[in-house]
């Protein structure tokens, strides 16, 4: 049972645009809320993450928009480069659980020259 | 320096081997995470040590050991795997504790293959 329902399951996106990937929670206890990307062959890197108290947290070019009453949050990729070519994860945490991380499904980011 | 090393990049091993994967980290965290993840998949935790003790196992099967020699390093002892075992093995760190929301830094893994 997926505890974190991510789509799409894969995104092809021109230089220069937005890649926009959504995630959705059941569990109100999960309070905190990362994302990770994986490049092939190498682990997952943190990418950037919110708390639920927090709409809205920009990094640089990364954005993460957080909706806590339908227990939404999306990761916004603005400009995309061909770097940002890469597998995206997202994830939350229960803050009683040990650290344990429930993980989605993932989506494939290509952006095309 | 936010660096998890782990060894060796790959590994082939046959279904009657014994073998080990290393992973260290010199962040000063006090708590170190075994995933596996298959092409195509989120990582899926195996493990969580905190403060070199089992927090977390998750019904994993005993042909995978897992151990906290010190503070910096998490063995994962291998032992009469299956085919089905092949996937990268991802070693993280966090700080520790039940009641934890620090992050987890990745290493970049071990590939293993079965036969």
């Known amino acids: 049972q997926q505890q974190v329902k991510q789509s799409p399951q894969s995104l092809i996106v021109q230089k220069g645009g937005i890649s926009i990937i959504n995630c959705a929670y059941e569990?109100?206890?999960?309070?905190?809320f990362p994302w990770y990307q994986q490049f092939p062959g190498k682990g997952p890197a943190l990418l950037i993450a919110i708390r639920p108290d927090v709409s809205e947290k920009k990094e640089g070019r990364f954005t993460i928009s957080f909706n806590k009453s339908a227990k939404q949050f999306s990761l916004h990729i603005m400009d995309s480069q061909p770097g940002d070519s890469a597998t995206y994860f997202c994830?939350?945490?229960?803050?009683?659980?040990?650290?344990?991380?429930?993980f989605g499904a993932g989506t494939q980011v290509v952006v095309t020259p | 320096d936010t660096e998890v090393t782990q060894t060796p990049k790959h590994l082939v091993m046959g279904m009657t081997n014994k073998k080990s994967l290393k992973c260290e980290q010199h962040m000063g965290h006090r708590a170190m995470y075994w995933y596996k993840q298959k092409a195509k998949k989120p990582p899926e935790l195996m493990f969580v040590y905190s403060y070199e003790k089992l927090s977390i196992n998750e019904s994993v099967p005993s042909r995978f050991s897992p151990e906290c020699p010190n503070s910096s390093l998490l063995n994962l002892h291998l032992h009469a795997l299956q085919p089905e075992d092949s996937a990268l093995y991802l070693c993280?760190?966090?700080?520790?504790?039940?009641?934890?929301?620090?992050?987890?830094?990745f290493g970049p893994g071990t590939r293993l293959t079965v036969l």
């Open positions: 569990n109100t206890a999960f309070d905190y």
């Open positions: 994830a939350a945490r229960k803050w009683d659980s040990w650290g344990k991380l429930q």
């Open positions: 993280a760190s966090s700080q520790p504790g039940r009641q934890t929301t620090d992050t987890q830094y």
